[in-house]
Structures are given as C-alpha cells and as structure tokens.
C-alpha cells in the first residue's frame, strides 16, 4: 500500500526568482495524482523537491513521519527508498545494457545474490513488456522502449510512491494511451501513491483520481478530478480544455489590455467530464471513486454528456 505525501506551506526560490509560494496539498496515499502547470512553472522543480534533491526555502514535505525538508541526509537516504522515479528522457546509462539499468538499484541498494535480482529484474522487465530487449543498449531502442525500462528501474525497489515527470514527452498518442494504461496497472497492481507530472491534457482529463495545476508561482487548485472538470474558475478552465481566452497568455498572464479586450468574449460552455480509464482487469480501483460521485456529494451539476462511454478521452 502507499504511502500518503503531505506537502504543506512548500516555498522555491532560486536566487530571487521564486518558483512557487506556499503549496500545500495531500497526495493521499495509493491515489493516482497529476500535476499540471504551463511551461517553466516548475513541475519539475517540485517533483525534485519531493524527493529531497532540492531543499525549499521554507515549508514542509511529511512522510511517514519523517520531514524531507528539514531531515538529516541520513533519514533523507531512508526515505528516498519509498520513491520510484520515472525521468522524461528514462535517465538511462548509455554503456550499461537495458538490464544492467535495470538491474543498478538493486546492485547498488541491496545485498541481493545475481540470481535473486534476475528474477526481480525479469519480473519488472516483464511488466513493462520488455522481454526480450534485455540486452539492448539504450541508445539502440526507441523513446518509448527507454520510458518502459526506466519505468521497470524504478519498480525494482518496490516504492510506495511512484513519480513520473512528463512520461508522455516524445510519444506519439497511442504509445501515450499504452503508458497511461501501464501506469493505472501498475497502480492497482502495486498500489504506490502516483504522482505524474505532464502536459498531456487527454492525460490529466481520465487518468488521475486528482489534479493540480500550478500557475502563475503558486497552486491554483488541487481536488479531486471532478471538481477541477467542473471548475469555473478562468485559470482551471482555461487550461483544462485548453483554450486560449482566459488569464494564460502566450509567456505568463496576459496583462490588462489583452484581458478587456477579452471581456465580451462568450467562453465555449465545458466540455463533458469523461470517464476515468480503467486498468486493463476492467475492475474499478481500489481508490478510483465512481463516476459522477464527487459531483454528486458536493451539488455540483456536471457539463452536459458527463460520464457517458461515448465521450471522446473515455477510454
Ligand atoms: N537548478 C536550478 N537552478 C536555477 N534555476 C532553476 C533550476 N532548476 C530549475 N530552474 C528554473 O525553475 C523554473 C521552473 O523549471 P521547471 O523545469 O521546474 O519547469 P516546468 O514547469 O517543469 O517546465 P516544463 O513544463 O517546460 O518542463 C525555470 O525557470 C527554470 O529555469
């Protein structure tokens, strides 16, 4: 079962220049997350700060007890094992074949014997649908194939919480279809809390149990994903269905001449919310809700069309 990640009051700034202020959030545990944010708004800066590669200026990250803001580096080396990351490019080693890759954490992080990592190694290779490319070299093989043995590396430790910083980077949409399917298998199969980090809107739409969106140097919400489909408010709006009237201008916010020319402009009505994918059993998850219920509990009426099988993104 994973673990719950409790980020409260989280602060970033690098010289003067400020990232984000004052982020707090639950990522609750054995849910899948996903954080949204246009370009440069530091999604990337706080999956590392989650991990401890990076110290915020101020604020905490509870795990388990421990704080990874303010722990020492040995309780921060303890901890670091609850995470499996998964890189943009697989952060593979050029030189090492796909199964020494594989095979480094737990070379490195175990006294395990070689036949008892083969195995492990074989299991994960096997999960991702890499058998058989074990002894390719990761220049040799193609953007996706590296994502999946990037994703088989970080499962090797067995994490309780899994981060994926754009997985979709430089796929085409069915591989991104394929990798999403993977991830929510994994996440019934393995029940780590998730947490992905992507532009992907098709992704945010149907594949997490929550969303965040990032904006602007500080959260701009994160619930439950019904309640930012159904959300009026212009930011969510505006990237969620990815229009461009609304607050987000071309490199940060528009300014004021940009917006009062915008002001009689009617927004398109929302779009239907569609369903969330399902792993490939067909079975809910265990933390999945089912469709329409967030809506229902708090009086929210859903678009029009909401929840039906034929709404493009529902499968
Ligand atoms: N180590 C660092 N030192 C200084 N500035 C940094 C460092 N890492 C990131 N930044 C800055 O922090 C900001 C946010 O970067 P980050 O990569 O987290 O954005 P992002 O939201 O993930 O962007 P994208 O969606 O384009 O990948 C950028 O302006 C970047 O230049």
Same mark, same amino acid.
């Given at each position: 079962m &994973?673990?719950?990640?409790r980020?409260?009051g !989280?602060?970033? *700034?690098f010289?003067k220049?400020?990232?984000?202020g004052?982020v707090?959030?639950?990522?609750p545990a &054995?849910? $899948?997350?996903?954080m949204?944010?246009?370009s440069?708004?530091?999604k +990337?800066?706080?999956?590392k700060?989650?991990?401890?590669?990076l110290?915020p200026?101020?604020g905490h990250?509870h795990i388990e007890g421990?704080?990874?803001?303010?722990c +020492?580096?040995?309780q921060l080396?303890e901890?670091?094992?609850l995470?499996?990351?998964?890189f943009?490019?697989?952060?593979?080693?050029g030189s090492?074949?796909?199964?020494?890759?594989?095979?480094?954490?737990l070379?490195? =992080?175990t006294?395990k014997s070689?036949?008892?990592?083969r195995?492990?190694?074989m299991? %994960?290779m096997?999960?991702?649908? !890499?058998?058989?490319a074990?002894k390719?070299l990761? &220049?040799e093989?193609?953007?996706?194939m590296r %994502?999946r043995?990037?994703l088989a590396r970080?499962?090797?430790l067995?994490?309780e919480i899994?981060?994926?910083?754009?997985?979709? *980077?430089? !796929?085409d #949409?069915?591989?991104?279809?394929f990798?999403?399917?993977?991830i929510?298998?994994l996440?019934e199969?393995?029940?780590?809390?998730?947490? $992905?980090?992507t =532009?992907?809107?098709?992704?945010?739409r149907?594949?997490?149990d929550?969303?965040g969106?990032l904006?602007?140097r =500080?959260?701009?919400m994160?619930g439950?994903?019904?309640?930012?489909?159904?959300s009026?408010?212009?930011?969510?709006?505006q990237?969620l269905?990815?229009?461009?009237v &609304?607050p987000i201008g071309? *490199?940060e916010?528009k300014?004021?001449?940009?917006?009062?020319?915008?002001?009689?402009?009617e927004?398109?009505p !929302?779009p239907p $919310? #569609?369903?969330q994918q399902?792993?490939s +059993?067909?079975? $809910?998850? #265990?933390?999945q809700?089912p469709?329409?219920?967030?809506c229902e509990?708090?009086?929210?009426?859903?678009?029009?069309? +909401?929840f039906a099988?034929?709404?493009?993104?529902?499968?």
């Open positions: &994973g673990v719950e990640v980020v409260e !989280l602060t970033k *700034s010289g220049q400020l990232i984000w004052d707090s959030l639950t990522l &054995g849910e $899948i997350c996903v949204l944010g246009p440069g708004t530091g +990337s800066v706080f999956l700060t989650l991990i401890g590669l110290k200026d101020q990250v421990t704080d990874i803001a303010t +020492s580096e040995r080396y901890v670091r094992k995470f499996g990351v998964l943009q490019d697989g952060a593979m080693f090492m074949n796909l199964y020494d890759n594989v095979a480094f954490p070379r490195e =992080h006294r070689e036949s008892e990592i195995s492990i190694v299991e %994960k096997e999960m991702v649908g !890499l058998v058989g074990e390719k990761p &220049g093989i193609s953007g996706g %994502k043995a990037g970080a499962l090797v067995e994490p899994l981060l994926f910083d754009e997985p979709d *980077s430089g !796929l #949409p069915v591989r991104t279809a990798l999403n399917q993977l929510i298998d996440n199969m393995t029940q780590a809390t998730c947490l $992905i980090v =532009h992907d809107i098709n992704t945010a149907t594949v997490p929550n969303i969106l904006y602007h =500080h959260l701009a994160f439950p994903r019904e309640m930012l489909l159904s009026e408010e212009p930011v969510v709006r990237f269905n990815a229009q461009r &609304g071309m *490199s916010e300014d004021a001449d940009e917006l009062a020319r915008e002001a009689d402009q927004l398109p !929302l $919310i #569609p369903l399902l792993p +059993s067909g079975v $809910i998850r #265990p933390t809700r469709p329409g219920e967030w509990q708090n009086g929210v009426t859903p678009p029009p069309g +909401s099988s034929d709404v493009v993104g529902a499968t």
